[in-house]
């Protein structure tokens, strides 16, 4: 059993999206990138619906983004939803042909398609002759290869069709040619031809591939109703690719939208290599923009996605939504590792593996502490002078915006005077004077106050500094530790305290009160103590 | 005469010397020296007990600070103040260095980032993204700054406003990040 008692590990694993993967689509940028393309779809099939198509029935949008933002993931699910939308899809991935012959492009289009597609239009054109020979059309009974015995035997030419259909008989390949030419132009023969017939021709140049491609819309539209979403993916500054893409803009594939994927990088390749073809998609009809996908908000809402979607026994409650919310925060902000959709999902589909192994109730911070140690072995938290373990950083990250932190971080730096006491780096310690919070002697018998000046508001801590600042007299040095960036004075010495130093200084403490400080620790905490200038 | 009678004196220190034993020392002349030093306010004469006494000038206020009550509390009051009037000269001292340096970086930041959003929008596509190579080029340019200088500066611009700025990878040139160089920026 899973993290939330789910069945099943809600996140994908491998480093490419799936059709399968694509079914769940959060995140509200790319939810309104859906649309945006189901609204062209949709604005297309009402333009066209009722009527023939023509080459003005085409529309080219681009979906530009960085790598592991989301687009193939946002393509794919659309082409899953194919079936709702009055559109059928082919996908094709120019980065797995090579060398990109104008062959190998046909094959990927084909291939794209759902099986369930040729069947429905193979039916609808086995139908069509049917009807056509049932009008008396001599060519198209001998393309069903309907004979005279068949009549004589009590065969009609619907039961012929129905068993052409299933399987059962077989089209005369010769007498088809002579029908289709009839009614249709070559392109479309051809692929009639290949369609009823299950074998698909190759073609041998640019000119041929577009003639293929403008054949299955138009056949789509006027047998099936639906129009034809192509979607490019992986489209860059590939010659051959420019060469393809430029040649299907220019047909103006009627019925159809073709959706360009490509990277700034890619985009900015094409734009150098073909200024003709970079002018066509600046003039997308729809340029998806999926801006913000790899924020904060929208990667956790991607993420609550997935196990929402999954969370069949409603174990993924509020709060559990909360708690799982705050630990992404923290990874987001402090490892630009895993800011990005791709790489967040990783670590969670590891995450949520290592909930089953440890049979956790949730995914809390030793699951991630143990999937970031196995899928990212050399990540460290930035400037860890305590080498604080991630699963302690993200736990006490958590809390370092509480009212309480400035309260824990004067313990903590009274607890890291005294174990310099007892390593004997200081001299003796001296009774606490407020303002000041510790005051101590160092070797040489200099009298040290050092004050913790920790508040959200800094114009609080401004105010604090400034009072503590009168007390300077009291003591040979001054030292402020704040959270306000400020420089050091000639009477006070100010050391910023960042999150991570927070951080060090709160995982210090714990381990301190618990009496864990080993031998092997020492060295770390006395540069703990150099950095915060106790020693 | 004159310079040696005062180097006598100021060898006495706090405690003052007799004025009978100057005398015997320099003679009866020594009084019209002593009227003169005591006239430019370079010694100080006063009674102790049965003999007069002779002083020079900051030992005279060493021996009263010392033994006069009246002088002590005199003085410890205008020390008191001195120190006052020091520590609020400190004090303004510090906050003028302190708003200095934050006011220098700020104003640095601040100039940085509006030269970068100007440059950002005049270099970007239809669709926003912009090379970062176009964008040092000009900023490089008028701001005479070294390209090594302008990607510190752009990072840190780019981390410290997550949600202002996109990056994407690829390119000859750009900020580090994951390891991969991202040579795309643009608005949110």
């Given amino acids: 059993m899973y993290a939330y008692q789910l069945e099943n590990n809600p996140y994908p694993s491998s480093p490419t999206p799936t059709e399968k993967d694509a079914r769940i689509l959060g995140g509200k940028r790319h939810k309104e990138a859906k649309s945006a393309i189901l609204e062209c779809i949709k604005e297309l099939c009402n333009k066209i619906g009722g009527r023939d198509s023509n080459d003005g029935d085409f529309r080219v949008i681009t979906l530009i983004q960085d790598v592991g933002s989301g687009k193939t993931h946002l393509a794919l ?15 094709l991935d120019l980065s797995t042909i090579s060398p990109k012959a104008m062959s190998s492009l046909y094959n990927a289009i084909i291939k794209g398609f759902e099986n369930e597609f040729f069947v429905q239009l193979r039916t609808k054109l086995v139908e069509y002759i049917r009807d056509r020979a049932e009008q008396g059309d001599n060519s198209a009974k001998k393309a069903l290869d309907y004979s005279f015995v068949n009549k004589l035997s009590g065969l009609t030419i619907k039961q012929k069709a129905e068993e052409i259909i299933s399987g059962k008989a077989y089209v005369s390949v010769e007498n088809i040619k002579k029908f289709l030419v009839q009614w249709f132009n070559y392109y479309e023969s051809n692929l009639i031809k290949n369609i009823i017939t299950n074998s698909f021709d190759t073609v041998a140049n640019l000119e041929e591939l577009l003639g293929m491609m403008a054949a299955i819309s138009k056949l789509t539209h006027r047998f099936l109703s639906k129009i034809v979403l192509y979607e490019i993916d992986e489209f860059d500054g590939n010659q051959d690719s420019i060469e393809f893409v430029k040649g299907i ?75 799982l919310d705050e630990k992404i925060r923290v990874l987001y902000d402090e490892f630009p590792e895993f800011r990005s959709v791709r790489s967040i999902i990783n670590i969670l589909y590891h995450a949520m593996e290592k909930s089953a192994e440890l049979d956790l109730e949730k995914i809390d911070e030793t699951a991630i502490d143990e999937t970031i ?8 938290v930035r400037g860890s002078i305590m080498a604080v373990p991630i699963s302690d950083f993200i736990s006490i990250r958590r809390t370092c915006e509480d009212e309480s932190t400035g309260t824990q971080l004067k313990k903590a730096v009274t607890n890291l005077v005294n174990f310099a006491h007892e390593m004997g780096n200081i001299g003796k310690l001296e009774k606490q004077n407020q303002p000041l919070d510790v005051i101590y002697q160092d070797p040489y018998g200099s009298k040290i106050g050092i004050a913790v000046v920790i508040n959200e508001n800094h114009a609080k801590n401004f105010e604090e500094i400034s009072n503590i600042s009168k007390s300077s007299a009291l003591v040979d040095k001054l030292v402020i530790l704040t959270n306000s960036n400020l420089p050091s004075s000639e009477s006070t010495i100010i050391i910023n305290v960042d999150k991570s130093k927070m951080v060090d200084l709160l995982y210090f403490n714990n381990r301190y009160v618990d009496h864990k400080i080993g031998s092997f620790d020492n060295e770390k905490v006395q540069t703990l103590a150099r950095t915060v200038n106790i020693i | 005469m004159s310079e040696e009678v005062l180097e006598r004196i100021v060898s006495a220190g706090i405690n003052g010397i007799k004025k009978a034993e100057l005398k015997k ?49 005199v003085l410890s009051m205008a020390i008191e103040q001195s120190r006052s009037a020091d520590k609020v000269n400190k004090y303004a001292n510090i906050e003028t260095i302190n708003k200095i340096p934050q006011q220098n970086v700020a104003g640095q930041e601040s100039d940085f980032k509006s030269e970068f959003d100007r440059r950002l929008t005049e270099s970007s596509t239809s669709i926003g993204w912009a090379p970062f190579s176009d964008i040092r080029k000009k900023i490089c340019d008028s701001k005479k700054i070294s390209p090594e200088n302008f990607y510190s500066m752009a990072a840190e611009l780019v981390e410290r406003h997550k949600e202002r700025y996109e990056v994407s990878s690829g390119g000859q040139e750009g900020i580090v990040m994951r390891g991969l160089v991202h040579g795309y920026v643009r608005n949110i």
């Fill in chain 2, 25 to 73: 020392t320099f003679g009866k002349n020594c009084d019209n020296i002593l009227q003169k030093l005591i006239d430019a306010e370079q010694i100080f004469v006063e009674k102790k007990g049965i003999a007069y006494f002779v002083w020079a000038r900051d030992d005279y206020v060493l021996y009263l600070s010392q033994n006069d009550p009246k002088c002590k509390i």
């Fill in chain 1, 77 to 91: 699910h659309i082409k899953n939803l194919q079936s709702r939308h009055n559109t059928v899809c082919t996908f």
């Fill in chain 1, 249 to 323: 803009i220019n047909a103006h594939l009627p019925a159809s939208v073709v959706l360009l994927i490509s990277t700034p990088s890619g985009y900015a390749e094409i734009q150098g290599k073909s200024p003709s073809v970079f002018d066509r998609l600046e003039k997308a009809n729809y340029k998806i923009d999926l801006v913000g996908s790899n924020s904060q908000e929208e990667l956790l809402e991607i993420v609550l996605e997935y196990i929402k979607h999954n969370d069949k026994k409603g174990k993924f409650t509020q709060k559990t939504q909360d708690e």
């Fill in chain 1, 373 to 380: 140690k196995h899928t990212y072995p050399g990540l460290k």
